[in-house]
């Protein structure tokens, strides 16, 4: 089931998310839920405040990447209570949207190395260290689950210039060919 994406401004993208455990309801259905929300809306990666559930857990896909990086081919992953305990190497740009965040795509700055704890779907615990793309599309998902958009980290005026787009997002004012959920008034 495809399901519809909160919007910048909904409140739900801003909300502290909990930690979940096996016994979490219809887990293994929310799961495939969002990875076919994520495909039907074009993206690489989707988290779960995006979805409207305050919970830690987002999914990736990069598998689009394998055709350049041979080594992302299958990178279909489930992320479930992650935390980043290390980042390092040098910061660098690179065009990030959202799905949250329709029409709008900015440069934006982040070290180039994590090492994030997690567990898969079976709840096994996982440590991984990446860096480069991969490592990019984990620190924005991430970042979702710190109520953390990718517009916050950009420079002041990139900020301003943008101001009255995000507004009209907010308001629904918008072309977008996937459902969403926007704030109420
Ligand atoms: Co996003």
Excluded at 76 to 84: A, E, G
Aim: charged residues 30%; contains cysteine.
């Amino acid at each position: 089931m495809i399901l519809p994406i909160t919007a910048y401004g909904h409140p739900t993208l801003r909300r502290e998310t909990e930690e979940i455990d096996e016994n979490y309801p219809n887990l293994n259905e929310l799961i495939e839920n969002m990875f076919q929300t994520m495909y039907h809306s074009d993206g690489v990666g989707l988290a779960a405040p995006q979805v409207n559930l305050s919970i830690r857990l987002f999914v990736m896909d990069a598998s689009p990447l394998g055709d350049e990086m041979e080594e992302f081919k299958d990178f279909k992953k489930v992320f479930i209570n992650p935390y980043i305990t290390e980042t390092s190497g040098n910061e660098w740009s690179f065009n990030e949207g959202c799905l949250s965040i329709p029409g709008i795509r900015e440069d934006v700055k982040r070290p180039d190395k994590i090492v994030m704890e997690y567990y898969d779907e079976n709840f096994e615990f996982h440590e991984i260290t990446l860096e480069g793309i991969p490592a990019r599309i984990i620190q924005h998902e991430y970042d979702h689950l710190e109520g953390i958009l990718f517009t916050d980290l950009l420079p002041p005026i990139k900020k301003r210039l943008i101001k009255s787009k995000l507004a009209n997002i907010s308001k629904g004012k918008i072309n977008v060919d996937y459902r969403m959920i926007f704030p109420k008034k």
